[in-house]
């Protein structure tokens, strides 16, 4: 599980014309979704600034790619830079057990590694991406340090997490925006 999230969204909204705001954020979660979809992630849903995406085990490295990739695609966009914002996301990467099923028309997956996912997002700086032991376990070749143990709401104030250091080699880059 990937979810990805906008740095700093409420101040954007507070600060830009309505109009402006929403062009920003429809351009920044179709990026979002298009960098993760070219991966080979599947989109189960977004909300507002948050962007979450699944991948089966076996594409671990690819899902940590695409985390990885986001960053410097939210940096990138030419509407942003008009408006003389720069954006910053940061990511959350859970592997385990999840059962997917159809809700309410659209895909959804429930289980542990979700909240992880999120918990690990919110808990990561702008411009980091933190992943939790079972990815590296499934993508060995990942660069990364541990970071402090983390106070996980839900999950103990002893949670391992790992600060993906460079991007994730995980085949030939994809152009989305």
Request: net charge neutral.
């Amino acid at each position: 599980m990937v979810l990805v999230d906008l740095v700093g969204s409420t101040r954007l909204a507070l600060h830009l014309p309505l109009g402006n705001y929403t062009a920003l954020m429809a351009e920044f979660v179709q990026v979002m979704i298009l960098t993760l979809e070219a991966r080979g992630g599947q989109v189960l849903q977004h909300q507002g600034d948050a962007v979450l995406a699944w991948w089966p085990a076996a594409q671990a490295a690819h899902a940590c790619a695409a985390a990885q990739e986001a960053h410097g695609r939210a940096a990138r966009l030419t509407l942003a830079a008009q408006l003389g914002q720069r954006l910053r996301v940061r990511a959350g990467i859970s592997g385990g057990d999840v059962l997917m099923g159809v809700v309410g028309g659209q895909m959804s997956a429930y289980g542990l590694p979700v909240n992880y996912s999120r918990r690990l997002c919110d808990a990561a700086q702008a411009g980091q991406t933190l992943v939790c032991d079972e990815v590296l376990r499934l993508a060995p070749a990942l660069v990364s340090e541990l970071c402090p143990p983390l106070d996980l709401r839900g999950f103990g104030d002893d949670c391992r997490a790992h600060r993906l250091l460079a991007p994730a080699a995980a085949g030939t880059r994809m152009k989305v925006d």
